[in-house]
């Protein structure tokens, strides 16, 4: 079975840094690019950051570049966020998610929270 | 980026059909068929309900169907059941500088 686990949130006060973690199981990890996708509370979803099957390329969405880094590795298995100089609307749920052909995402983790507070 | 423009909300009575639209522009609903359909139940992860437009992954029902017309795509819902009351989103590819933008949500309510 193909699954994602996401971990590594929780509560940070604003300007702090945090270090999501995913990891992959069921799949050949390193044949898939993989996404970041965030959902704030009662609001939509938002592309976060994407990162190719062997790590060389990477892409972000604007309000977070320069703040938030991805990466993986493929030797555990695992996808990452590195996240600072948090915001208050960087709170959300990160969901990790494999990128299929197409720009398909599927499937996706359960999503961890991360509360941007004081 | 922008985000797809879809309605905030529809809704539909048991047994009828409902769509949804997802607009965007030529640089990516019109330019390429990488349009997919997600659902979200409260508290839950997203899940595929249809890719490139119109294909069902394995394991969602027919009444789940998709098009597309210029820089609108659509997604049907057939027979509404009390199961499909959900959140929808679409995503697709796009060619500005992150490949890929999702639209803004739209609340299925069955009444």
């Known amino acids: 079975e193909v699954q994602l686990v996401e971990s590594g949130g929780g509560l940070v006060q604003p300007g702090g840094s945090l270090r999501l973690s995913c990891a992959a199981s069921?799949?050949?990890?390193?044949?898939?690019?993989m996404h970041w996708v965030r959902q704030a509370p009662g609001k939509g979803l938002e592309y976060v950051s994407a990162?190719?099957?062997?790590?060389?390329?990477?892409y972000y969405a604007n309000s977070v570049k320069g703040r938030f880094t991805i990466s993986r590795d493929n030797s555990k298995n695992t996808l990452y966020l590195q996240m600072g100089s948090l915001r208050a609307e960087d709170m959300a749920v990160y969901y990790c998610?494999?990128?299929?052909?197409?720009?398909?995402?599927?499937?996706w983790g359960q999503g961890t929270l991360v509360t941007v507070s004081s | 980026q922008s985000a797809l423009t879809q309605p905030a909300s529809v809704s539909g009575s048991p047994g009828q059909s409902i769509t949804i639209s997802c607009t965007g522009t030529?640089?990516?609903?019109?330019?390429?068929?990488?349009v997919s359909w997600y659902q979200q139940h409260p508290g839950k992860a997203p899940k595929l309900m249809i890719y490139?437009?119109?294909n069902r992954p394995s394991g969602v029902s027919n009444r789940f169907s998709g098009s597309k017309s210029g820089n609108t795509a659509s997604l049907t819902i057939s027979g509404l059941q009390a199961e499909d009351e959900a959140d929808y989103y679409c995503?697709?590819?796009?060619?500005?500088?992150?490949?890929?933008?999702f639209g803004g949500g739209t609340k299925l309510t069955v009444l």
């Open positions: 990162i190719s099957s062997n790590g060389g390329s990477t």
């Open positions: 490139d437009v119109s």
């Open positions: 069921g799949f050949t990890f390193s044949s898939y690019a």
């Open positions: 998610a494999r990128v299929l052909p197409s720009y398909v995402i599927d499937p």
């Open positions: 995503s697709s590819y796009t060619s500005s500088s992150t490949p890929l933008v």
């Open positions: 030529s640089s990516d609903v019109g330019g390429y068929n990488y």
